[in-house]
């Protein structure tokens, strides 16, 4: 078996943060957090359109979403109080410490504009007005929504999220899938979701060239060498590769540029190649599914079973409880049974596989149900976990930090879900 490259493996990285995002808002958040992200988005989406249409309006809106994210971002001094951690204070004041914070977010933010607006060719200034306009609005929010809003607001957007990030990087030939005929992939992807897809790999790129110019340290280095976390061998070789790469990116000069795939024509295969390739040489990602390339299209499936399965259960509540404001009882609740093997017409994996095969990818509905019973298991445990943790705590750091509970829940993950 060939490999791994840096493409490769950058571009399930990429799938993986996106897959990630899609599960937080459709499986994670409650119905009062969907409806916070769900005004963010129009409100937003309001403003940016009374100024700009076309591809200008989707620029604006997804800076708007990071300044939003930076400048509802918890203090350094709201994070301490949160998260007890053993470091001493700075011996610095209160006025100080808050003076840093501030200059941290402005510099944060006046970076992402100047590099998305060199990088596009847009004037998006006022992406900063409706983010200082909105701002107020929002201060109250669940931390899950402010935490990664960005991103959040991406797949809230748009659907089949994943599926769609998947067939373009097969598409570009960035994961070399065989299985499924590139010919069949006959997709005129929509001019706004491509839009936001570059926005977002930039953004990537930019949050992590931002990281290596303020930090010398990778905060997921904390983990390492403290025997009390009793990390497994091949948990500690994925930490170490993390460190590795953050190292090389700090150090060789060759690594110093930071790629951006709005420079790059999105339908030239070797040049987005590339792009993933340089990504792949500075950052690698603790990745929520680590199985191979083969097992992604299982596990894309099994995400729209889930989300299927719960769209059922809302419909089935509407219609059972039209008035009721009330507790719900799931068992009452009539749905599509997930898979039958005498007869699966009807099925939530037969809808499924009919999905999938509107955007060329086949897979049996019997895949389907191994995967999501095994996913319940584990990553939607992990997930309850990490919504949990995030929720509870209150507070959200800016893009610039690692996210906590993430690390902490997937670092641990072969001891949360038994």
């Not at 929520?288 to 719960?310: R, Y």
């Not at 994996?349 to 019973?373: A, C, F, Q, W």
């Not at 939607?380 to 902490?408: E, I, M, N, Q, W």
Request: hydrophobic fraction near 40%.
């Amino acid at each position: 078996m060939a490999r791994i490259t840096k493409a490769q493996k950058a571009g399930l990285d990429f799938l993986d943060l996106v897959l990630f995002s899609e599960l937080v808002v459709y499986r994670g958040m409650d119905a009062e957090e969907r409806r916070q992200l769900d005004t963010v988005v129009q409100r937003v989406t309001q403003m940016a359109e009374s100024r700009h249409a076309g591809r200008e309006v989707e620029i604006i809106k997804h800076l708007a979403y990071y300044f939003l994210e930076v400048s509802l971002a918890n203090t350094a001094e709201e994070l301490r109080q949160a998260i007890p951690v053993d470091v001493p204070r700075p011996d610095l004041s209160n006025e100080t410490i808050e003076a840093v914070d501030r200059f941290t977010r402005d510099f944060q933010m006046a970076f992402m504009l100047a590099m998305t607006s060199t990088s596009t060719g847009v004037e998006a200034s006022y992406a900063l007005e409706i983010a200082e306009t909105l701002r107020g609005e929002f201060v109250g929010y669940s931390a899950l929504v402010r935490r990664d809003l960005l991103k959040r607001c991406f797949v809230r957007e748009f659907g089949d999220v994943s599926v769609g990030v998947y067939c373009w990087l097969t598409v570009t030939g960035v994961l070399p899938v065989t299985k499924n005929d590139l010919g069949r992939f006959d997709l005129e992807f929509d001019q706004k979701f491509m839009t936001r897809l570059a926005l977002l790999a930039d953004y990537e790129m930019i949050t992590h060239g931002l990281k290596v110019l303020i930090s010398k340290d990778n905060s997921i280095c904390v983990y390492l060498g403290k025997r009390e976390f009793n990390l497994k061998d091949e948990t500690v070789d994925r930490l170490l590769d993390i460190q590795k790469h953050f190292n090389a990116a700090t150090t060789k000069s060759s690594l110093r540029g930071i790629p951006l795939i709005n420079l790059r024509d999105l339908k030239d295969r070797a040049r987005v190649q590339d792009f993933f390739e340089q990504w792949g040489s500075r950052t690698v990602r603790l990745r929520m599914h680590t199985g191979t390339l083969a097992s992604w299209l299982s596990i894309l499936g099994a995400n729209m079973v889930e989300l299927q399965l719960l769209r059922e259960y809302e419909r089935a509540a509407r219609e059972k409880y039209p008035n009721s404001a009330g507790p719900i009882e799931i068992a009452d609740l009539k749905v599509a049974a997930i898979f039958n093997a005498c007869d699966n017409q009807h099925t939530i994996t037969e809808y499924v596989k009919d999905r999938l095969l509107e955007y060329g990818l086949k897979i049996n509905p019997d895949t389907l149900y191994r995967m999501h019973s095994t996913m319940r298991k584990t990553v939607f445990r992990l997930l309850s976990l990490y919504c949990k943790l995030t929720r509870d705590a209150g507070v959200a750091t800016s893009p610039l930090y690692d996210d906590t509970f993430y690390g902490s829940t997937f670092i641990h993950a072969d001891k949360l879900v038994h």
